[in-house]
């Protein structure tokens, strides 16, 4: 396991600069591993990122290593990509790096109808934060520019990757039981988000 101070959602890439010697093994053993090379990541809740001592969520991501780049002194960049959720039943003593129990968790409601006009309703209001978080200097591209994925299921994730949110609001997204409740979340961290970003502009 990875415990990071932001969750990475399933769809979304993980950019990873590993310098710390637990990190380095991990890297070592996922490469040795039979099949690809994966880890949980899981969201720091308390504490830093680096030295342990820090509380983890229970509910995270299972991310596939991409891209691997060795580089000197032991160290390695890499890039991951989130595969699925994960729920974390119990956290395992770190022997050397963090090792959690986890199982897949399936999406709840993934068939329901009208997902896809909900996804592209969605769309569109994550397009008009970014606009108005672009007239703050707080996003650099152009909003309308932005893609999810067509399956509307993945697309749910990605737009909780493009949202201009926090990560305790990214992970709130994560631990929505399927596509539905996550969009109903995102429509209310949109409402607050929307709200505080117009009052810095009035």
Do not use: K
């Amino acid at each position: 396991m990875f415990p990071l101070g932001s969750p990475l959602l399933p769809g979304g890439v993980l950019p990873l600069h590993v310098f710390e010697p637990r990190y380095r093994q991990m890297v070592i053993d996922c490469l040795q591993a039979d099949g690809e090379p994966e880890f949980g990541q899981a969201l720091i809740t308390h504490g830093r990122e680096a030295g342990g001592g820090d509380q983890r969520s229970m509910i995270g991501t299972l991310a596939r290593m991409v891209n691997i780049e060795a580089l000197d002194e032991g160290r390695y960049a890499l890039i991951a990509v989130g595969m699925q959720r994960i729920r974390v039943n119990a956290w395992l003593p770190d022997d050397p790096y963090p090792l959690a129990d986890v199982d897949p968790w399936p999406e709840e409601d993934a068939d329901v109808d009208g997902l896809d006009e909900r996804v592209a309703g969605a769309l569109d209001r994550v397009r008009s934060t970014l606009a108005l978080a672009a007239e703050l200097g707080e996003f650099d591209a152009d909003a309308d520019d932005i893609e999810i994925a067509d399956d509307p299921v993945v697309a749910t994730y990605h737009l909780g990757t493009l949202a201009p949110i926090g990560a305790a609001d990214r992970y709130r997204l994560l631990a929505a039981p399927g596509p539905t409740a996550r969009l109903d979340e995102l429509d209310s961290i949109l409402d607050d988000v929307d709200a505080m970003l117009r009052f810095r502009l009035s």
